[in-house]
């Protein structure tokens, strides 16, 4: 008979062998050390004097005479609660993936003695919130990190300081944002960040043939003066990081603090985050039924942000062309008139132009899709996604979140280990030959005699 172990609902060691069910006994200076003294859980209930010895998973001493006869279901209804237990404790699956994942192999007569589904459920909960409760959840930033997360914290600024900011990661893979990566992008989430910080935000790098984050930061507002600290902490972490392109989305804030820090860098635009500012803009006017069902519009729309694959000298003279063909409409050149003074032109006030607020040199791409190099942070958004599986609620509990953070740091070391032995996942068949298409296309752009064709064809390929 094999030995099964597992926990009752307080928690205290469990041991089912031979149609029973044991709990451990508490040490006491007689018993010998390395052997688990275990009685039968019923000892008081049927005054039954049943007990066991084991020394790891061997029983050492045969258990002695039952006052009362051994159920071989009950003690695997047990077995199964001891199994949600676990992953209550050890998952971030849902309530509902806990249960089925603990009674996909039991028998008919073991379900017909479970607890019903919601008490099951109400127990996955119990669980969770006294492991949750075990410490207690800080509700200001002045909170100490407990020993466990020390191992992932690379730099903390303090409880004393009102901006405080927490860097995590793992300084193995900090050493990827140097030597061959030319590249870094950079993005922030605010979904999966506990309510005492603004946004976690990470810097990724090219590993293998991916680019997963390097390290993360926690901080408390959006401000370029936040942005700047957070890079000179990067630079006192890993020092001497200079990378040759910075590729972050359509954030002021950041893309200054980036230019300040690294001025040698180039900095550019995500192409995504330019593509959603317009769709974005598009729904605030009232067309977003229109751009999702009129296909004629909605290629049009899409040119806007398709002149990123224009070459910048070029640019101007394109969008002119293109809002020619736009339908006169207030609502469209609604649109037109943010596209142009936000990333064409600039606001016009006093009969004098101002720079825009994003020139044409940070959101511009023809360069990058002629290489094939990326254009998008999309690896970041698909990170933050990732993120939201392992929670599965938003602004989850402090502690919750340096658990998720410090699993995830686990998953990348896996990455970085695999990346040294040149044992690379293949990267999605379908992106390498859009970028591909692309690149071709644009090769071809000196040729095009009607740009708007270009520009349209651009559009059709769904870059994002």
């Known amino acids: 008979m094999s030995l099964q172990f597992g926990s009752t609902e307080r928690g205290k060691s469990l041991l089912l062998y031979g149609g029973h069910e044991y709990v451990e006994r508490s040490r006491e200076p007689w018993m010998t050390q390395g052997i688990s003294y275990w009685r039968c859980r019923h000892y008081r209930k049927h005054k039954c004097s049943g007990s066991m010895q084991t020394e790891g998973d061997s029983v050492t001493k045969e258990p002695g005479v039952h006052t009362h006869s051994g159920d071989p279901v009950t003690a695997q209804v047990q077995q199964v609660v001891s199994t949600l237990h676990s992953f209550a404790e050890d998952s971030s699956d849902s309530v509902r993936n806990c249960v089925a994942n603990s009674v996909t192999s039991a028998t008919c007569d073991v379900m017909q003695r479970l607890p019903s589904k919601s008490s099951l459920e109400r127990s996955v909960r119990r669980k969770r919130q006294r492991t949750d409760n075990a410490r207690e959840i800080p509700h200001t930033r002045n909170f100490d990190i407990p020993p466990e997360y020390q191992e992932i914290i690379l730099h903390d600024s303090g409880v004393d300081d009102v901006d405080r900011i927490i860097c995590m990661g793992d300084i193995n893979i900090v050493t990827n944002l140097s030597g061959n990566s030319k590249l870094w992008m950079c993005d922030g989430t605010f979904e999966t960040t506990p309510i005492l910080f603004y946004q976690l935000y990470t810097i990724h790098a090219k590993v293998g043939s991916n680019y997963p984050p390097c390290i993360y930061f926690l901080l408390p507002n959006k401000a370029q003066a936040t942005y700047e600290r957070m890079i000179d902490i990067l630079l006192s972490v890993m020092p001497g990081l200079q990378p040759e392109k910075v590729l972050t989305d359509f954030e002021t804030a950041a893309i200054n603090a980036f230019r300040k820090k690294f001025p040698s860098a180039s900095t550019s635009g995500c192409f995504f985050h330019l593509s959603q500012c ?187």
């Open 278 to 464: 317009v769709i974005r803009k598009i729904a605030s006017v009232g067309l977003k039924a229109r751009y999702e069902n009129d296909r004629d519009f909605s290629v049009l729309m899409k040119c806007l942000p398709a002149l990123a694959f224009v070459p910048e000298d070029d640019v101007i003279t394109v969008f002119e062309e293109l809002v020619l063909t736009l339908p006169q409409e207030p609502e469209v050149e609604e649109v037109v008139a943010y596209f142009e003074s936000n990333y064409i032109r600039g606001m016009q006030i006093g009969g004098r132009r101002r720079d825009p607020r994003f020139p044409i040199k940070l959101w511009n791409h023809f360069e990058d899709a002629e290489e094939c190099a990326p254009k998008t942070t999309n690896c970041c958004e698909g990170f933050h996604n990732a993120l939201k599986s392992v929670y599965m609620c938003a602004h989850p509990t402090m502690w919750k979140f340096l658990k998720g953070i410090a699993r995830d740091i686990a998953v990348q070391r896996l990455v970085h280990q695999n990346a040294l032995v040149h044992r690379r996942d293949a990267p999605t068949n379908k992106y390498i030959k859009l970028a591909q298409r692309l690149a071709t296309k644009i090769k071809m752009y000196r040729a095009e005699v009607d740009k708007l064709l270009y520009l349209r064809a651009v559009a059709n390929m769904q870059v994002v």
